[in-house]
């Protein structure tokens, strides 16, 4: 079965999930963000490569930072961009997934990104762009349920890749709430790809889904062993509505086993990174100390994180 994402010529024609994705795509992508990132390494310049397009932004599901480095994005390519909070409007009325896309179809949309709570919506959207001969309209994942983020986990890569250059000899670490983490799915899926030969999830049994071990990676529940010697470590957000009940007893004692303090970060490699997706709960999955210090990476991960969607959306655009 052909990959939905590709077309007949194994460009990039949607951007769903990592998973499945050649190498040298997910390469492609974290080359052309490199271009867009300036020697001052803070400032993502602004190209005229999307001029006269108009990027839909499609979220039914809230996320103000990722929608707000979307938008960023798209501008810095010169696109028009319209956001469109889907829940107040056309699901309110009654109106279907697909009806909405076809009358936004109608407005001579080129791109639309998807942030959906339900796991497949993205895939569906493009399938049925597919279906209507809709060639010319783009649709990128901004997230869909538990599923998949894949520019967020391109994102990680592209800061990966700029701190420790040579993937192939890295263990990484993710760490936390992994069975509702679309990111860490996503992460996983372009570690293995990009050739990172030790892949690490550590968390308690209840957040570790035994059938990740199928994925390649090693499964820790103690964080001390987990995290001996690895050069990049991925805190993982841990969701304040899933703290009660039988997945968890409480913040506080999640942050007792798991959260990365100094002491626990000393175990991994002098020179280790470590990353968070964000938004971070400070005291639960990440002390202050830590956050703030020398070895956080995680306001270049926002700054890459514009360059690497500016990437998704300009092969998506010239393909």
Same mark, same amino acid.
């Not at 372009?190 to 199928?214: F, H, M, N, Q, Y």
């Given at each position: 079965m052909?990959?939905?994402?590709?077309?007949?010529? %194994?460009?990039?024609?949607?951007l769903?999930t990592i998973?499945?994705?050649?190498?040298?795509?997910?390469? /492609?992508?974290?080359d $052309?963000a490199s271009?867009?990132?300036?020697?001052?390494?803070r400032e993502v310049?602004?190209?005229?490569?999307m001029?006269?397009?108009?990027?839909?932004?499609? =979220?039914?599901e *809230? !996320?103000?930072?990722t929608r707000t480095?979307f938008? @960023?994005?798209?501008?810095?390519l010169s696109?028009?961009v319209?956001n469109l909070?889907?829940?107040a409007?056309?699901a309110?009325?009654?109106e !279907?997934?697909?009806? $909405? @896309?076809d009358?936004?179809?109608? &407005?001579?949309?080129?791109? =639309?990104?998807?942030? /959906?709570a339900?796991?497949g919506?993205? =895939?569906?959207?493009?399938? /049925?762009?597919?279906d209507?001969?809709?060639h /010319?309209?783009?649709?990128? *994942?901004a997230? +869909?349920g538990?599923h998949?983020?894949p520019t967020?986990?391109l994102?990680d890569? =592209? $800061?990966?890749r700029?701190?420790?250059q040579?993937l192939?000899?890295?263990?990484?670490? @993710?760490? %936390?709430?992994?069975?509702?983490s679309r990111?860490?799915?996503?992460? @996983?899926?372009?570690l293995k790809?990009? %050739?990172v030969p030790?892949?690490r999830?550590?968390?308690?049994r209840?957040?570790?889904?035994p059938?990740?071990a199928d994925?390649?990676?090693? #499964?820790? $529940? +103690? &964080?001390?062993?987990?995290?001996?010697?690895v050069?990049?470590?991925? &805190?993982l957000?841990?969701?304040?509505?899933?703290? !009660?009940?039988t997945l968890l007893?409480?913040?506080?004692?999640?942050f007792?086993?798991?959260?990365?303090?100094?002491e626990r970060?000393?175990?991994?490699?002098?020179?280790? #990174?470590?990353?968070h997706?964000?938004?971070?709960n400070?005291?639960?999955?990440i002390d202050?100390?830590v956050?703030?210090?020398?070895?956080?990476? #995680?306001?270049?991960?926002?700054t890459?994180?514009?360059a690497?969607? &500016?990437?998704?959306?300009?092969?998506?655009?010239?393909?």
């Amino acid at each position: 079965m052909p990959n939905p994402q590709l077309n007949q010529h %194994g460009e990039l024609q949607h951007l769903l999930t990592i998973e499945g994705l050649p190498r040298d795509v997910l390469t /492609h992508i974290l080359d $052309t963000a490199s271009s867009f990132v300036s020697i001052s390494d803070r400032e993502v310049k602004k190209v005229p490569l999307m001029r006269g397009k108009s990027v839909f932004n499609l =979220f039914f599901e *809230n !996320s103000t930072r990722t929608r707000t480095t979307f938008e @960023i994005a798209a501008k810095r390519l010169s696109a028009d961009v319209i956001n469109l909070n889907i829940d107040a409007s056309s699901a309110s009325k009654g109106e !279907s997934l697909l009806d $909405t @896309i076809d009358n936004l179809a109608a &407005m001579h949309a080129d791109m =639309f990104v998807v942030r /959906h709570a339900e796991s497949g919506a993205p =895939f569906l959207i493009a399938q /049925h762009l597919i279906d209507t001969r809709q060639h /010319h309209i783009h649709v990128v *994942n901004a997230g +869909d349920g538990r599923h998949a983020h894949p520019t967020q986990g391109l994102l990680d890569m =592209f $800061t990966i890749r700029h701190y420790k250059q040579d993937l192939s000899r890295l263990t990484v670490a @993710i760490v %936390g709430d992994v069975l509702h983490s679309r990111v860490a799915r996503s992460d @996983i899926h372009a570690l293995k790809a990009l %050739g990172v030969p030790e892949v690490r999830v550590i968390g308690p049994r209840t957040l570790v889904p035994p059938s990740l071990a199928d994925l390649g990676v090693q #499964i820790y $529940t +103690d &964080m001390a062993e987990g995290l001996k010697n690895v050069d990049v470590i991925i &805190m993982l957000r841990l969701q304040n509505e899933r703290m !009660s009940g039988t997945l968890l007893p409480s913040a506080q004692e999640f942050f007792k086993n798991y959260g990365l303090t100094m002491e626990r970060l000393a175990l991994a490699k002098p020179d280790a #990174i470590v990353m968070h997706p964000g938004p971070m709960n400070r005291g639960v999955e990440i002390d202050s100390a830590v956050a703030d210090g020398s070895q956080a990476v #995680i306001l270049s991960q926002v700054t890459y994180g514009i360059a690497v969607r &500016m990437a998704v959306m300009s092969i998506l655009a010239g393909n």
